[in-house]
């Protein structure tokens, strides 16, 4: 990617100021796993962006959920092996069906869920802003009225590869033009936070 491909992308995101109301009692927490750990316990819930399972295995740990969908494309060479391995370590939470594994992309799986169906939900796909505005905008309707969206890397970007995020300028957008709140936000040493959403 060149510098103009990447300005070009930086571009397509707004940058729309939060109100004090979206900050209200907000929480800053160490990192994600603290952030699971103050997440509803025993819910629906949701992991948009699987890869190998890896933050799969926190979520079943620490929150128990009475379900859990799990949204991947697992299409890239990077992460296609993910499927098999999540499939083959979570056969028997598969099997009794308290696990759902859903192959495809956010965009077209998130909006066959019903209505308030999920307690919370976890993006953490491509981070581009257009992709983390439309599953915001789709998640809105699929969590409860006192559910949370979460998601990872509320960051400007992978500084090592490079390659620019829009969840910031995604999640500040949404907050302000749609009524929801930050609860939570991580503070990562590695600065990959992860934020939870809630209503006003
Ligand atoms: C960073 S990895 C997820 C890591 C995982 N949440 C964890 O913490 O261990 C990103 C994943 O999102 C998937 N992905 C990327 N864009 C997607 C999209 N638009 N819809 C569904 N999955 C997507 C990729 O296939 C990849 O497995």
């Known amino acids: 990617m060149t510098p103009d491909d990447r300005r070009a992308i930086k571009r397509q995101s707004p940058?729309?100021?939060l109100n004090p109301e979206n900050l209200e009692g907000a929480r800053l927490l160490p990192d994600r796993l603290a952030l699971l750990d103050v997440l509803p316990k025993n819910g629906v819930v949701a992991e948009i962006g699987v890869a190998f399972g890896d933050f799969t295995r926190e979520i079943i740990k620490r929150n128990e959920p009475s379900k859990i969908h799990l949204v991947d494309v697992w299409s890239s060479e990077r992460y296609k092996a993910g499927l098999a391995a999540i499939e083959s370590e979570h056969s028997e939470l598969i099997d009794s069906g308290s696990m759902v594994v859903n192959t495809?992309?956010?965009t077209e799986i998130l909006p066959i869920f019903e209505d308030g169906l999920f307690d919370w939900i976890y993006i953490d796909t491509d981070h581009s802003y257009l992709t983390t505005w439309?599953?915001?905008?789709?998640?809105n309707e699929k969590?409860?009225?006192d559910g949370f969206i979460a998601g990872h890397d509320f960051c400007v970007g992978n500084v090592i590869t490079p390659w620019p995020y829009g969840v910031v300028e995604a999640c500040t957008k949404f907050c302000v033009e749609y009524g929801w709140k930050f609860a939570?936000?991580?503070v990562e040493p590695n600065g990959h936070?992860?934020?939870a959403l809630r209503r006003l």
Not at 134 to 139: S, V
């Open 15 to 17: 940058h729309v100021y």
């Open 134 to 139: 439309a599953e915001l905008l789709i998640a």
């Open 184 to 186: 939570y936000l991580t």
């Open 104 to 106: 495809g992309l956010s």
């Open 193 to 195: 936070d992860s934020f």
């Open 143 to 145: 969590v409860k009225a």
